[in-house]
């Protein structure tokens, strides 16, 4: 580690609320060649070199279980060091390391105070070189953030400026920091794509309220930070509250996400001034200002993880593409150095959505960098029974059946294998397999007679009350899960090469298989225990039910379906299911009907009700109708919908054809445009309707044996460039 293994951590006591700031002035000799820094400050951090901000718009590190894992970054600094004497200056937040109490919090706890570390290189150009670390040559002082919380806003005051002096000079009340000598988590670079400032969004709607408050409209809700341009004098305050809701006066309403977040900059009055909150975000549409000083300009600064978009989707339908915008927009939102459930209320790593919303993220965005990431905080959260928490990293522990819930915790065993079929990765099978291997072990251990009967189950289900399942028993959709775990299991293994441990988990699938269907299939009925649509659709997609009994099984689905009205009524686990049982046995039509539905509980509704992220429920932005967050992704399955059957890009590195199209085609879709990474680089599938025929086109970036599939004909074709085929309408 060379220069890296000298530094040490360095902390410093938070002054109440107010944070403190790290400092040390270094002298360079001459004009630096190349400067290069790695650092990583707890809870959050911002580097500044002068006063130009290193890491402008930037939110990390990345979350983890500081005890175990803290990420570095690195940074090129040659353009902000000059010949002479050079400020550096770290200002601190508190992010996920400490949360304590006063305005909105999800739970409370703390890792410690602020820590730092920190080394940098300069070579100059005659090849001689110049290190520095921290040390005890460091200095702390009040820094200028008065209040910093992850869950209820930050204050920022501007009159706070000593810091920007040189330590020597005395304008602020510089001492000595402690090196630190408590335990932190082994220090690791940073792999995950950044969080950052990736859009600004302007202001579509200004209105002012009778008490005096502005109220500015984004247009669309989003994650991120409000960032305000204002002149006036010394002291004067800016009040920001941001909402995705509002109440009946048009003020904020921060009922389901967390009430009260805001923020408070204090003016320094030195001409214009631009601030935006540096160590917390929220979901939002609107912003509410109270102030006396003068306001020169609002943008909204949506964040997410700098995941490379990869997939694209459009057709003639436009209800459809408006599902897709909504389902991206909750993706972006939860998009962070993990994946959220919201991005206000909770913001915390729940894991049934990294595996159940999996493939459609990954037709989204090339996320395999920040999925690594998340298997890394599952490692460190594994307990030594093999338990993998339903939240990761775990900051907090929830009772009532939370922290342990098969459909969570198997993100620890499906996502490494959706990872492989998507990028053919298998040392990213071999590195997770223990983690895996440990979590199975752990379910088994808790199974009576090869069933699981604990979990939240189909959480948010249709007439849930308050969210726990209201239409399917618990232990199927625990048990079902457990099922698909020891499958993959047994695909992994054979991967791997373990072929007697292949052989072993193929016949604890198999107990398994057997155990479900004697303690939850009904031959009379052909329902899987109450017959509702999650119970029948996760045996059926999962190949549970003996082939004589699969047809009226799916018949059962699909008359439950009608009675209903046409509507679905899975929640979080069920709902992803529902759609692949239909896929899976040629009832895309079931599907695009029930997309089509612009009545409660249906994505339609949410987009008659101008929703412009997908909701937790089924509600929209309804005046009368919201009861819950606004920007939540768990409902998003239609994704993957939309890329592997109406376009039919089906790729799977695991496979001989290790690309399969086969696209449906049906009523009210004239023509669809999408396009995904493959192994083959990117795939694109434009399809079309012509009078009597559809034609179908198929472009690979990469020459590829495929297997095209149109109704119901097979067909296996190297592809280079591009294909058309013609398909006589049935």
Request: hydrophobic fraction near 35%; charge should be negative; glycine fraction near 10%.
């Amino acid at each position: 580690m060379g220069i890296w293994s000298q530094a040490k951590w360095i902390t410093a006591k938070r002054y109440g609320k107010q944070m403190p700031m790290f400092g040390r002035d270094l002298f360079l000799k001459k004009q630096p060649a190349k400067a290069e820094i790695r650092i990583c400050g707890l809870g959050q951090f911002a580097l500044f070199v002068e006063e130009k901000e290193v890491n402008e718009g930037v939110y990390e590190p990345g979350w983890t279980n500081y005890r175990k894992t803290c990420l570095y970054s690195t940074y090129d600094v040659t353009a902000f060091l000059n010949r002479g004497k050079n400020r550096f200056r770290v200002m601190i937040g508190n992010g996920m390391y400490h949360v304590d109490g006063e305005r909105y919090v999800k739970f409370t706890g703390s890792f410690g105070d602020p820590l730092l570390i920190m080394a940098l290189c300069v070579t100059y150009e005659d090849g001689t070189a110049e290190e520095f670390v921290t040390d005890g040559e460091w200095s702390c002082c009040p820094g200028p953030v008065m209040m910093s919380c992850i869950y209820g806003g930050e204050d920022y005051d501007a009159s706070v400026c000593g810091w920007k002096a040189a330590i020597s000079e005395g304008k602020a009340e510089w001492i000595p920091a402690a090196i630190y000598e408590g335990s932190v988590g082994a220090l690791k670079k940073a792999g995950q794509p950044q969080v950052r400032i990736q859009k600004e969004l302007q202001v579509v709607e200004v209105c002012r309220l009778e008490d005096g408050r502005i109220r500015y409209d984004f247009g669309r809700n989003f994650a991120g930070r409000i960032k305000i341009k204002a002149a006036g004098e010394k002291g004067q305050q800016v009040i920001i509250t941001p909402g995705e809701l509002l109440l009946g006066d048009g003020s904020i309403n921060q009922e389901f996400t967390g009430d009260p977040h805001y923020y408070v900059y204090t003016l320094s009055g030195e001409g214009e001034e631009t601030w935006m909150p540096r160590f917390t975000y929220y979901g939002q549409r609107y912003a509410l200002i109270r102030t006396d000083a003068r306001i020169l300009e609002v943008t909204g600064q949506e964040q997410y993880a700098s995941c490379p978009e990869t997939g694209y989707f459009k057709c003639s339908n436009e209800m459809y593409n408006r599902i897709h915008e909504i389902i991206v927009g909750a993706i972006r939102s939860n998009m962070q150095s993990v994946f959220t459930d919201c991005p206000h209320r909770e913001k915390l790593g729940w894991l049934e959505e990294t595996h159940l919303i999996g493939p459609g993220i990954l037709a989204d965005f090339d996320a395999k960098k920040l999925f690594e990431k998340i298997l890394d905080d599952m490692e460190d959260s594994q307990t030594p029974e093999g338990l993998v928490p339903s939240i990761c990293p775990e900051f907090v522990q929830f009772d009532l059946g939370f922290r342990d819930s098969p459909e969570w915790g198997s993100a620890s065993v499906l996502l490494p294998w959706y990872l492989y079929k998507k990028y053919g990765d298998m040392q990213l099978l071999e590195k997770h397999y223990g983690l895996s291997e440990r979590y199975v072990a752990y379910l088994l251990s808790k199974a009576r007679n090869g069933i699981l009967n604990y979990g939240l189950g189909d959480w948010l289900d249709v007439g849930h009350y308050p969210s726990h399942p209201a239409n399917t028993p618990i232990p199927v959709t625990a048990t079902a899960i457990l099922y698909q775990d020891l499958t993959v299991m047994a695909e992994t293994a054979c991967v791997l090469g373990r072929k007697e441990e292949e052989e072993h988990y193929r016949k604890l699938a198999q107990d398994c298989r057997k155990a479900f269907n004697e303690a939850f299939f009904y031959p009379l009925s052909k329902n899987y225990a109450n017959g509702s649509q999650t119970a029948n659709a996760m045996a059926l997609f999962l190949e549970l039910p003996e082939e004589e009994y699969r047809e009226p099984v799916l018949q059962n689905l699909e008359e439950d379906i009608r009675l209903k009205g046409g509507h679905f009524t899975g929640g979080d686990v069920g709902h992803p299911y529902i759609l692949r049982a239909l896929a899976k046995y040629g009832r895309n039509d079931i599907i695009a009907e029930n997309f089509m539905k612009t009545d409660f509980p249906s994505y339609g509704y949410q987009v008659s009700c101008n929703a412009t992220t997908l909701c937790e429920d089924w509600d929209g932005p309804n005046p009368e109708h919201p009861v819950m967050s606004q920007n939540h992704f768990m409902l998003g399955a239609a994704e993957e919908w939309f890329y592997c059957s109406l376009a039919g890009i089906r790729a799977d590195a695991s496979a001989r054809e290790r690309i399969r199209i086969q696209p449906c085609f049906p009523e009210g879709v004239d023509w669809v445009d999408c396009g995904t990474l493959t192994p083959a680089g990117m795939c694109r599938v434009y399809w079309e309707r012509k009078e009597e025929y559809i034609r179908v086109e198929v472009t690979l970036e990469k020459e590829e044996k495929i297997c095209l599939s149109l109704n119901g004909e097979e067909e296996f074709v190297k592809v280079r460039g591009s294909l058309e085929r013609e398909v006589r309408v049935k």
